[in-house]
Every structure is written in structure tokens, then in C-alpha cells.
């Protein structure tokens, strides 16, 4: 059975910094992309970044300031988050694909994390 599980959310100010992880378990993920979605309340779920054979990807609201990070001998994929906005505020969750896709596409995503909260306070 393939579960993914977040870490690292939290509050912060504006400016501050966190790091999401994110451990895939189930099987191995290393050739299809790994990412990281967001949802504020009362929007719908949006793609913040991935990363896929090598392949980094980021939303233009998250460019220069969100890293994307993997370990895939460890099926685990990171996001440090720096210079953090109160726009930034919502639910992440980490989305793991078992086949090769756009990374930027939430169909692509076949397993789902439950979600850690990320607030930034103005």
C-alpha cells in the first residue's frame, strides 16, 4: 500500500522560513515526478512545485523564493520555503506520480499526502 507523509508545517511570520518533507512508502518513485500542491481556504488546489528526473518546476508565484528537493534513494522529496508571504497561507500536500506526466498537471498525481498547514502572519 503507497502513503505518502508530510512534515514541517507550521506558523510564521512574514519573511520566515519552513522546509515540507514528504516520505513516499509502497514502492519505488525515483523515474516519475514528486511535487507540492496548495489550498487556501475557499480556492482550489494549485501547483506550487515538483521535480522529476532531475527537472524542477515552480509556480510564478513561488519562483525565487521556494526550493524543490529530492531524495529518491529515500522516496523522499523536500520544499524550503523562503521569504514567506501571508498569501503563501493554505493546506500543502505532497502528490506522488506512479507515471510519467506533466508534473505541473494534478491528474498526473496518482497518491496523496493528508496535508500539513502553513501560515504566515502579516
Known amino acids: 500500500q503507497v502513503q505518502a507523509v508530510e512534515s514541517g508545517g507550521g506558523s510564521v511570520q512574514a519573511g520566515g522560513s519552513l522546509r515540507l518533507s514528504c516520505v513516499a512508502s509502497?514502492?519505488?518513485?525515483?523515474?516519475?515526478?514528486m511535487g507540492w500542491f496548495r489550498q487556501a481556504p475557499g480556492k482550489e488546489r494549485e501547483f506550487v512545485s515538483a521535480m522529476s528526473v532531475g527537472i524542477t518546476y515552480y509556480s510564478d508565484s513561488v519562483k525565487g523564493r521556494f526550493t524543490i528537493s529530492r531524495d529518491n534513494a529515500k522516496n523522499t522529496v523536500y520544499l524550503q520555503m523562503n521569504s514567506l508571504k501571508p498569501e503563501d497561507t493554505g493546506v500543502y500536500y505532497c502528490a506522488v506520480a506512479a507515471r510519467r506526466g506533466s508534473p505541473k498537471t494534478i491528474g498526473v498525481y496518482d497518491y496523496w499526502g493528508q496535508g500539513t498547514q502553513v501560515t504566515v502572519s502579516s
Open positions: 509502497g514502492r519505488t518513485f525515483s523515474a516519475y515526478p
